[in-house]
């Protein structure tokens, strides 16, 4: 079977293929799929007689056709296979089969094209009479399927009998052709016989009916369903395929064959009549006692011997069988032939009825009657409110395939603007259509109904989308929720002027929450919440949900910085409520209990890494707290012995440190012992004063560099700095050493003495820029004439060092008794400059070059 399935899909393939000047050439033929749905199954390959039928489909208009094609064997048949093409290509009528593409003959095949078809009845009375019985289940025709079946049976066989004045003379299961909306089509039109102009004799149009063994049984009468009177009587007339339908109907019904077993010739045919139509035998068996009575009465009435005594076609429609059964009145006034021709309020009332009725539709009426032509009708924009909630119940129970060409015909729907109900139906279905939608479908073909809502100038439609999105986005991707459905409700929210879209609005922010970043809602969201103007209580507290969602989610930098100055001022609005006040104090007061507890704890890990990150540090150096190691000091570290005379710091020589304190002198660097002061004091008169002025001018340039600290109003002592400095070991290159600014010391020996000013005797000069205050660094050597010369100490204190040669350069204070009385404004006891100004001028005084 399945060998031959793909021999006609290759058979028809290479046909197309060749036939390009040709209207087939506009056709793509498709192969059958092993993952295809079960309506797909059944609109594979499948035979009609001789005739081999594949699924098309429409190159431009992707419209699903099925191809016919036969490989003109036997020969004989040739004339009779011609004449059914060309006749349905002739005749036009819904419940005939319809031809697209007329027929095509070529030297070794003929080709018609006609629209989707998915088997003929024969096929499925084929399959229900197969012994596995899982199999029959599947196949087996609904009650409804079979009463709706036979009435357009009925209706294309009127319009030969009246219009066409033609008479089938060939109704089988072969003959009948079920569509991809479930509908039976009526052909095989090979055997037709006309029954001539009005007033003319139908004697003139009979043919005499016999079996050629030349032809196949397609292309001759079907004796088990031909009319006892036309084979016996030669009697032609409608009537005759009244009989062959009787004997269709029992088929259907009892077991998939017909009442009588003629072995395809005319004395068989005599036979059967004679021994069990006329006794009514063929009425007994199993089957025949299990069916309705309405049944039993409908084929007593077509099954008969005489044309007389049969029920005619024209009454047909109103034998109890037909008219008792609502579902087929139904399915009656659903049919487009008929829907068509109602007012809009009848369709409007039928369709809300519909509703109510449908549990009693079995599952492939549903699908294959009801919901094909409910879609046809969506086109009428008036009765889609009406035709949504059938569409959608129906579609509860079909699978994500079969629901693909459904979500086709809805999608057009979505941008309506001017029905804001109907897309507040299809927001109310937005569970079943995510249900039977795979995620990228969703995406790409569901999602822009939300957008289209969210967009809708009508509140209703805006809100309902709103409470739609939190069932929906957790499917979404992250980019779709964060830069098109957020921008989107965020958009609303910024435009809307109602209260009860806004508040919808916050509460679809609050569902996102979970789902958004820290950074989006920090850098957004947040930002956004601090734009809302109205103080109503009901957006106040919706917002304080959202920020408590939030509080609870972004780090505690946030929270203390963006979140809770926001519920702050938000807290303060007029129109609160005492109970709504205290829900604002509430969310404070968590939030900002959460920055505590977990700032505390940031603190604490921080000062314990540097703690660690301290120790770590003073292991790898070789030094503990305030101590030198015991494994390495400095002396060996620079090459010193020990022996020589210990640097500042060390012990038994106090430390030049001392003023920082003593808990922090570890972490300072050490300073030199022979700090450099720099000189402030004016021209002396006499020769040592300028020996020791072109001095200090040489130290100024590095001596400006340093910063030293306030001289406290004591006695100086410069006894201190009056020692050697450390002498340097040979081969070891000296230290470059700033040069030396003498450093304050808290001797009281120390002290200051004061100047007195000499009035100018030049007016081109001007008075020096320094202090008033002259400062002399001088031999070592005692000099008599200087009573104010303090005495180096002996014992090395006063920071001094000890067991080392006398320094060769001292400072000293020398007190300048002024020489001239005082200018008005001026007392003992005020640093005074030490002699009258010179010529010198101010350049010349600052690069030390003064007086020479």
Known sequence: MA???????????????????????????????????????????????????????????????SVWTWDKRPVEAVEAMKKEATSLSKLRHPDLLHMLENLEETRTEMTF?????????????????????????????????IQKGVLQLARALGFLHQNARLVHLNINPEAVLINAKGDWKLSGLMM???????????????????????LPPYA???????????????????QNDMFSLGCLLYAVHLGGRPPFRTHNSLQGLRECVERELVTGRWKGGAKWAESSNDLKDLLSKLITRTPQTRLSLASLASHPYFASSLVLNILTFLDPTNFASKSREEKATFLKGLLRVLPGFSEKLRRRKLLPGLLDEMKDHYLVPFLLPNVLEICKSITTDEFAPVLAKLQPLFVLKDSPQNLIALLESLPLLKEKTTPQQFKDDVMPLIYQSLESETPSVQERALKAIPSLYEDLPYDVLEQVLLVKVAILFTKTRLL???????????????ALTQTVLTQKLVPLLAKIRTKEPSVMMATLNVHEAMGMKVDREAVAGLVL?????????????????????????????RVEREHIEHLRAVRKSEAQTASLGMQNSGWELGQESAEVDFETLVGRSSTNTPLAGSAGSPSLMDDWGSDMAWLQPKADPVPSFNPLSVQAPNAQTRTTNATRTSMTSGSSRMNARPVPPAKFDSSAFLADPPTIPAGIPPPRIAPAVAQPSLNPSAHFSP??????????????????????????????????LASPASNGSNGSFPNARPPTVSAQLTPLVPSKPLPPGFSSGVLQPDAEPSLETDDQQNSGLGGL
């Open 565 to 593: 100055p926001q519920l702050w001022m938000m807290s303060m609005g007029p129109l609160l409520s005492v109970e709504q006040f205290s829900k604002f104090m509430s969310v404070i007061k968590s939030l900002g209990a």
């Open 500 to 514: 009860s879209v806004k508040v919808s609005t916050l509460e679809c922010f609050l569902s996102m929450v979970p």
């Open 192 to 214: 037709t016989a006309s029954l001539g102009g009005h007033g003319t004799s139908p004697m003139q149009a009979y043919i005499y009916p016999e079996f050629d063994s030349r």
């Open 3 to 65: 060998a031959n399935m793909l021999a006609a899909a290759t058979t028809t393939l290479g046909y197309l293929a060749g036939a390009k000047s040709s209207a087939l050439s506009a056709y793509i033929v498709e192969g059958s799929s092993s993952s295809a749905t079960s309506n797909e199954k059944r609109a594979e390959p499948f035979r009609v007689g001789l005739w081999k039928v594949v699924r098309a489909r429409h190159r431009t208009t992707g419209r699903q056709v």
């Open 220 to 238: 001759q009468f079907k004796f088990d369903y031909l009319a006892p009177e036309y084979a016996l009587d030669s009697s032609l007339s409608p």
């Open 755 to 788: 100047l007195v000013p000499t009035p100018r005797t030049d007016s081109r000069l001007s008075m020096p820029s320094g202090p008033n205050y002259n400062i002399s660094l001088t031999s070592h050597t005692p000099n008599a004439a200087s009573p104010y």
């Open 113 to 145: 094209v006609t629209e989707e078809l998915i088997d003929s009845l024969g096929g499925v009375l084929q399959r229900m009479s197969n012994e596995a019985r899982g199999r029959q289940r599947e196949e087996e025709l609904d009650e409804v399927e």
